[in-house]
């Protein structure tokens, strides 16, 4: 499926359906709890090696999360995989730190409040140990820095200061004298210093050197940067260069590209902002880098397009180098035709061949060498349509569900209502569909008989439709509740691991 990077299917056909189980939760909450609202997760992201998670949430706080139970192999888990060794147990993250990334604010040139929510983290390159991530709000971007810290604990200093004078004898007089550097106390006159002192026989045994006892070891987190006043309208997404120097972040209108060592001033390099706003047809709503070629990023529509550019054509990239969108079919048009397309995230495969989006109803995987039409499309909220009117009375219709593949490229998924989360096989012929609950029971609203999904070719590709085997109402008669939604949610670079929020609760499941 991967072009060159071929990846080599199970003997006889695509690879099995995975059986996910749970592996742990942070922040469970019990039965009744209310919520508070600044405690919901609203950015969540693995970084490349997949040892740190780190989450964001309306609070403005980032939280980060270490892997450990790759660490008593006394080997990098790189190196087991390379030598194939058979790793069995589930993974555990433990809560690594935390720090408060933004606070609220508010734009008196506009007489508009700036929340502290996270909309996005991203994981720069580590050196030296020390954890590098960029964290946004709606308006600023900050580049942080986490390192470990030894602060030094001193003990065994000299004789305790208020009995002490310089000859080692106890003080009798009731006013303490002031004491000079090397614990010799001063009367305020400066004539006796030379002549009075003689130390007595055998030295002075009070008069100790100060000893460091114990090294405790500390997170320190720095604000290293702050990129800012760059963006007029909302900011809806970052994403690192291949390069490790330079970054996007992306508004309704505008993408600049920033040097991460430059926070003074950014480069404006897409702008869709029309020269009279009455004429505004589409917004910027995603904006990912590729992820090997340092020239080359994608950016998706509120019309549910895809545009790939490349920064080398010219220094305004408004002309696109491909556009991939599909055509309308003809008659389906509604008032909520617009509304539905509108893209709400999009991930570059591994490899950089595939684009994966993610609208309303569908996730759709794209191959950047085929701008005819998507190469797979995964329904989600088919059973929705009906519903779409009582969606847009309640702006539910609006969610921005965030989407991701798994590593090997084999695998995607993506967020739903009630708390559930979909995963599709998108290998040739694979027929694998997976509707899971963010709870310690995952498969307990597992659909037990998915309908196998109508294929149509086309003289140039397979076109997969697959995923609308989903009621309203699940396998075991239980309704969908809209006011739960799954909106985040990373899978691991390496490993059948994904990580998603379900309001203030992190799960992970494995496979």
Same mark, same amino acid.
Not at 473 to 492: E, I, Y
């Given at each position: 499926m991967h072009g060159g990077d071929e990846v080599?299917?199970?003997?006889?056909?695509?690879?099995?359906?995975?059986?996910?189980?749970?592996?742990?939760?942070?922040?469970?909450?019990?039965?009744?709890?209310?919520?508070?609202?600044?405690d919901i997760i609203s950015a969540i992201e693995f970084d490349k090696t997949g040892d740190h998670l780190a989450t964001g949430d309306r609070g403005g706080r980032v939280v980060l999360f270490e892997r450990t139970d790759t660490k008593d192999h006394g080997v990098s888990r790189r190196d087991l995989e390379r030598m194939d060794y058979p790793i069995s147990r589930h993974p555990e993250f433990r809560y690594k730190t935390e720090f408060q990334s933004h606070e609220p604010e508010f734009d008196y040139l506009k007489s508009l409040e700036i929340e502290e929510k996270i909309n996005k983290i991203r994981w720069c390159q580590t050196a030296n140990g020390v954890l590098s991530l960029l964290s946004t709000n709606d308006k600023t971007i900050k580049f942080w820095k986490v390192q470990e810290k030894k602060v030094k604990k001193i003990s065994d200093m000299n004789l305790d200061p208020s009995k002490a004078v310089g000859n080692g004898s106890v003080a009798s007089s009731s006013s303490p004298k002031p004491c000079l550097a090397n614990g010799s106390s001063f009367d305020g006159s400066?004539?006796?210093?030379?002549?009075?002192?003689?130390?007595?026989?055998?030295?002075?045994?009070?008069?100790?050197?100060?000893?460091?006892t114990s090294q405790e070891t500390n997170l320190l987190a720095r604000c290293r940067r702050v990129y800012g006043h760059a963006h007029d309208y909302h900011i809806n997404s970052i994403s690192n260069n291949s390069d490790g120097e330079t970054f996007i972040s992306a508004d309704d209108l505008r993408i600049n590209l920033w040097n991460l060592e430059i926070s003074s001033q950014s480069f404006n390099i897409v702008d869709v902002k029309p020269a009279n706003m009455e004429d505004l047809t589409e917004v910027i709503t995603s904006a990912e880098f590729h992820p090997t070629h340092c020239n080359m990023l994608a950016y998706s529509s509120s019309k549910g397009s895809i545009r790939l550019i490349d920064l080398r054509q010219s220094a305004l990239c408004d002309s696109h180098a491909?556009?991939?969108?599909?055509?309308?079919?003809?008659?389906?048009?509604?008032?909520?035709?617009?509304?539905?397309?509108?893209?709400?995230?999009?991930?570059?495969?591994?490899?950089?061949?595939?684009?994966?989006?993610?609208?309303?109803?569908?996730?759709?995987l794209w191959d950047?060498?085929?701008?005819?039409?998507?190469?797979?499309?995964?329904?989600?909220?088919?059973?929705?349509?009906?519903?779409?009117?009582?969606?847009?009375?309640?702006?539910?219709?609006?969610?921005?569900?965030?989407?991701?593949?798994?590593?090997?490229?084999?695998?995607?998924?993506?967020?739903?209502?009630?708390?559930?989360?979909?995963?599709?096989?998108?290998?040739?012929?694979?027929?694998? &569909?997976?509707? /899971?609950?963010?709870?310690?029971?995952?498969? +307990? #609203?597992?659909?037990? %008989? =998915?309908?196998?999904? &109508?294929?149509? /070719?086309?003289?140039?590709?397979?076109?997969? +439709? #697959?995923?609308?085997? %989903? =009621?309203?109402?699940?396998?075991?008669?239980?309704?969908?509740?809209?006011?739960?939604?799954?909106?985040?949610?990373?899978?691991?670079?390496?490993?059948?691991?994904?990580?998603?929020?379900?309001a203030n609760s992190l799960y992970m499941y494995y496979a």
């Open positions: 080599v299917a199970a003997p006889g056909g695509p690879p099995q359906q995975l059986d996910w189980k749970f592996s742990q939760v942070f922040g469970e909450r019990t039965a009744g709890e209310e919520v508070q609202e600044v400066y004539d006796n210093l030379s002549n009075d002192f003689s130390p007595p026989p055998g030295g002075l045994p009070s008069l100790r050197l100060p000893v460091v491909k556009l991939f969108e599909e055509p309308e079919a003809p008659g389906s048009r509604s008032f909520f035709t617009e509304i539905i397309a509108s893209i709400s995230d999009i991930k570059f495969s591994k490899d950089g061949r595939y684009i994966l989006s993610r609208d309303y109803m569908t996730l759709k950047i060498n085929m701008d005819s039409g998507p190469v797979a499309t995964f329904q989600v909220h088919e059973y929705l349509r009906p519903k779409l009117c009582d969606l847009y009375e309640n702006d539910s219709i609006f969610d921005k569900f965030e989407c991701c593949l798994s590593g090997d490229g084999l695998r995607v998924a993506t967020g739903s209502y009630s708390n559930l989360f979909r995963v599709f096989g998108c290998a040739p012929g694979s027929t694998e &569909s997976a509707t /899971l609950e963010a709870s310690k029971n995952p498969m +307990r #609203r597992q659909v037990q %008989t =998915p309908t196998r999904p &109508s294929r149509s /070719l086309s003289s140039i590709t397979r076109v997969v +439709r #697959r995923g609308s085997e %989903t =009621p309203g109402v699940d396998a075991n008669g239980n309704s969908f509740d809209f006011t739960t939604k799954l909106l985040h949610l990373a899978w691991h670079p390496t490993e059948n691991l994904i990580a998603c929020a379900a």
